[in-house]
């Protein structure tokens, strides 16, 4: 038998080639016909190479339920050795979960019924060590008497590997079955391969109906070419892809918008393997986003009521004012006209008497006819001016206090920015001069005009105050100068204010929500943060600002001239 310093021993398949060898050698030593099981049983019936002790499988001989045999690779296996005055059987080694179906296998391999062809098995080694084998049992001549040879091969790492990556599937499962988004696994032939729990509520879609299939036959009740753009931009571009607003109509409810964002999956060689598609319903955040912005429209509707109050209030007094003059002259001249159609009528009668014409002297030079002549077209055209300011300041009213068109459409900007800085005329008029340097060229641009001109008024508002907050002392007026022009592909509107500039400590703050350096009830701190919001996300635009301290503050808003941003 072979010591623990031995060589390093073939497997059992060699030994049987090896026995095969010395067969061609020696023509009469009996070749094993069938494999390592029967040149075990030829090695202790013939008394040849006792081969199967070299192997690295583990090799034990029942009969009648008693280990008959153990080779050395099998009592390393065990942790037991030689010289062990009562070694335990093989069956004694078996742990109690597969006890009772190792000695089936065994009493029906002896009996010589049909067996697995291999197994696993747990064992429990002398030193209490579970080990993990695959087992394969056959029948062979022992002695002269039936006996079951079994072959071990310790497989405990690969089967602790194999129960390590079950664990892994079963957690990486758990935490995609929990993910809130929806996760959606697609190969580059778009067959479906991973539809998560969240993906089943949203679309009311069962993993087993979708998986295996191709995206676009599956009846997922989605924008399906929005989906479809995304996926072949990010496989041009290999970069992730961010879909926004794709409609859907979620079984039994109203539509809805998701937010995707698709990734390429590769392997390990680096190869494309698939995309990942991952998204939320943001239907509620669009409509809370929605309705915050129509709050703050409200908000500074009611902070400049006070001012537009009195902007209409002043065209209307002097209209008014104008009417009453219009109506005392209009009095003074019908009492003329009287006088004048008296004489008229004397006249056709042939009978014109100097008392007529003395009166209608008199009541002429009393209601002074020259001045009236004068003084009455310019009131109607005073009257006409303050009615169509009054309009003017109505129109751009109601553009602010009306939910807007939640799409695209091409704008007059230069239009939009005279209805905003006439809005906001109240706020600025008192501190600065507002100059305009508006593009006369400037094209129409793509956008929605209600949002566009809450965030001209946020600005025009903040550099009113920037002026405002320099002192009422001030030796004179500040400045306020908005102007556009047209940059590449795409438009650029600057509003500069002559302030004090925005301190260095603050400026990464100016457009997170929620933050003011405005005394309360002056500022809520989400005007910046929302014209960052419409200009960014919604334009696929730039809001950005140049600043220094002590000189002022220009905001410079950059827009597309395509419809590209989402």
């Known amino acids: 038998m072979m010591s623990a310093g031995s060589p390093a021993v073939p497997n059992t398949e060699t030994v049987w080639q090896q026995s095969r060898v010395a067969a061609c050698q020696d023509p009469h030593q009996r070749v094993p016909d069938h494999g390592p099981e029967d040149a075990l049983a030829h090695n202790h019936q013939e008394a040849t190479l006792p081969l199967v002790e070299y192997v690295n499988d583990a090799i034990a001989v029942v009969q009648c339920d008693k280990t008959v045999y153990r080779n050395p690779a099998y009592l390393r296996l065990l942790g037991q050795t030689a010289q062990d005055p009562v070694p335990r059987d093989f069956l004694e080694t078996v ?57 071990m091969r310790d497989i405990t790492a690969h089967s602790q590997a194999e129960e390590a990556l079950r664990e892994a599937h079963q957690r990486t499962e758990q935490v995609l079955a929990a993910i809130p988004s929806i996760l959606i696994g697609i190969d580059m032939a778009t067959k479906i391969t991973w539809w998560n729990t969240t993906a089943e509520q949203t679309f009311g879609l069962a993993s087993s109906e979708v998986v295996g299939r191709p995206l676009q036959g599956c009846g997922i009740p989605w924008d399906m070419p929005a989906i479809l753009d995304g996926l072949a931009t990010c496989c041009s571009t290999r970069a992730r892809v961010r879909v926004d607003d794709v409609r859907f109509h979620p079984p039994g409810k109203k539509e809805g918008f998701l937010g995707m964002s698709l990734t390429l999956m590769q392997n390990a060689a680096g190869e494309d393997v698939g995309i990942l598609l991952l998204g939320a319903n943001i239907t509620e955040r669009k409509l809370m986003q929605s309705q915050l912005a129509q709050a703050q429209k409200l908000e500074s509707i009611g902070l400049l009521a006070a001012g537009i109050a009195h902007e209409i209030n002043t065209p209307i007094q002097y209209v008014g004012d104008n009417m009453l003059f219009l109506q005392e002259s209009f009095n003074d001249l019908s009492t003329l006209l009287e006088h004048y159609a008296a004489l008229y009528q004397m006249c056709t009668e042939g009978t014109p008497t100097a008392s007529v014409l003395s009166q209608i002297e008199t009541t002429a030079s009393a209601i002074d006819v020259a001045y009236l002549t004068e003084e009455i077209p310019t009131a109607i055209e005073q009257s006409l001016e303050g009615v169509e300011r009054v309009a003017t300041i109505v129109r751009a009213m109601k553009e602010f206090s009306h939910p807007s068109a939640k799409e695209k459409v091409s704008v007059d900007l ?61 030796p004179e007026k500040g400045t306020i100068i ?74 410079i808003i950059r827009l597309p001239l395509t419809q590209s941003g989402s």
């Open 95 to 151: 742990v109690l979960a597969d006890r009772v179906r190792v000695q089936e296998y065994v009493q029906k391999c002896q009996r010589g019924e049909a067996v697995p062809e291999q197994c696993q098995v747990g064992l429990c080694t002398d030193d209490g060590r579970p080990v993990t084998v695959e087992m394969k049992p056959r029948l062979i001549a022992y002695q002269g008497q039936p006996a079951t040879c079994i072959v």
């Open 414 to 474: 230069n239009k939009a920015i005279e209805s905003t800085i006439t809005v906001a005329r109240n706020e600025w008029k008192y501190v600065a001069q507002m100059v305009t340097d508006l593009d006369p060229d400037l094209p129409l641009v793509p956008c929605v005009p209600g949002e566009l001109n809450q965030v001209i008024l946020n600005i025009l508002v903040n550099a009113a105050h920037a002026l405002g907050d320099v002192g009422d002392g001030a």
């Open 482 to 555: 908005v102007g556009t022009r047209q940059v590449g592909d795409g438009v650029e509107i600057r509003i500069t204010d002559t302030g004090p500039g925005i301190p260095e400590a603050i400026r990464d703050k100016i457009f997170d929500p929620f933050f003011t350096t405005k005394e309360v009830g002056k500022g809520t701190g989400q005007g910046l943060a929302i014209a960052h919001t419409v200009v960014v996300e919604q334009h696929g635009g730039q809001l950005t600002f140049e600043t220094a301290e002590g000189e002022g503050t220009t905001f």
